[in-house]
């Protein structure tokens, strides 16, 4: 039987579950990056004037058009 003062505080939950979703995001953030950027030419990704670059993709639209991964890659596949 649960009572009131076994109970947690419904703030204390929130902000526990919200540590642990800003952990996973933190934590996975890297290997979303490196994955994200596979799929871009090197002038993007290691793009030193504008760090936009690296997540539009100007070039790599330049290069292989604008849904240029995907549909290559299913082309291909």
């Not at 979703?21 to 953030?29: G, N, Q, R, S, Y």
């Not at 994200?36 to 002038?43: A, N, R, T």
């Not at 290691?46 to 995907?70: K, L, Q, V």
């Amino acid at each position: 039987m649960a009572s009131g003062v076994n109970r947690k505080p419904v703030g204390f939950s929130l902000l526990t579950y919200g540590f642990i979703v800003l952990w996973l995001i933190v934590a996975a953030f890297p290997f979303i990056w490196t994955f994200w950027g596979s799929f871009k030419v090197e002038l993007d990704f290691f793009s030193i004037a504008d760090w936009t670059n690296s997540i539009f993709g100007r070039r790599t639209e330049m290069t292989y058009g604008r849904h240029s991964p995907w549909l290559v890659m299913k082309a291909r596949g």
